[in-house]
């Protein structure tokens, strides 16, 4: 059973340019959770989201950051307009929600450097 | 808001030696979750060990053990006999009961010295 896949790695952006960070959960799994990393730091929520459904985006920056998760396919996590400040790993998780306090697996992150 | 510190930056042990980790979190809740999570070079997040607040038995896995202190809002991690591939940072991390989001502290590197 292949774990949380990421891709890309690693992403290089110029200021202004748009980023799509791409997340396929485990096999099974239908809950999908989008953290970020700056450096030196630990993660941070931004967006949980289920099956084309949204449900939880109190993390998320009010602008140019979007996600989804449509019926096919992986769960995106969308940059529009990157800045500096947007510099940091991505990290995505999933869960197959089927106790309270499920475990959340990671994948191993995407590294975005915006030039 | 929960809160998740870590007062410890940076260590190193030798390897085959015995190091405990700190963590204090801040909470009103009276269920919920705790987890250590292991973040090597490779940067993958690996969960090293979960505790329930409803249970009183600290969590075990192996060489991995926590010290779970509910009244003082504390959860150290215990790891015996140490390996050259325990070298991570460590996150100490929180999630309310029925909850999506978890917290993660700041982080403690841990260096296990050949």
């Known amino acids: 059973n292949a774990g949380v896949m990421q891709n890309p790695r690693h992403l290089v952006r110029r200021r202004g340019q748009e980023a799509r960070l791409r997340c396929s959960p485990m096999?099974?799994?239908?809950?999908v959770y989008w953290y970020r990393q700056l450096p030196e730091e630990g993660l941070k929520f931004m967006v949980y989201?289920?099956?084309?459904?949204?449900?939880?985006e109190s993390g998320m920056p009010k602008e140019r950051f979007s996600a989804e998760f449509p019926k096919e396919g992986p769960s995106i996590l969308r940059i529009q307009q990157v800045v500096r400040g947007d510099s940091a790993a991505y990290f995505c998780?999933?869960?197959?929600?089927?106790?309270?306090?499920?475990?959340?697996?990671f994948g191993a992150g995407t590294r975005l450097s915006v030039l | 808001a929960q809160t998740v510190t870590q007062s410890q930056p940076e260590m190193s042990v030798q390897e085959a030696e015995t190091v405990t980790l700190s963590c204090t979190y801040d909470?009103?809740?009276?269920?919920?979750?705790l987890f250590w999570y292991k973040q090597p070079p490779s940067r993958q997040m690996i969960l090293v060990i979960r505790?329930?607040?409803?249970?009183?038995q600290n969590a075990t896995e192996n060489r991995f053990s926590v010290n779970f202190q509910k009244a003082a809002k504390s959860f150290s991690l215990k790891i015996s006999d140490s390996q050259l591939g325990d070298t991570a940072m460590y996150f100490c991390?929180?999630?309310?009961?029925?909850?999506?989001?978890?917290?993660f502290g700041k982080g403690t590197r841990l260096h296990i010295l050949p």
């Open positions: 989201l289920q099956k084309e459904n949204i449900i939880d």
């Open positions: 998780a999933s869960s197959p929600r089927t106790d309270i306090g499920n475990i959340q697996y």
């Open positions: 096999k099974g799994h239908s809950h």
């Open positions: 991390a929180f999630m309310k009961l029925r909850d999506d989001k978890i917290i």
């Open positions: 909470t009103s809740e009276s269920n919920y979750y």
């Open positions: 505790q329930e607040a409803y249970k009183q």
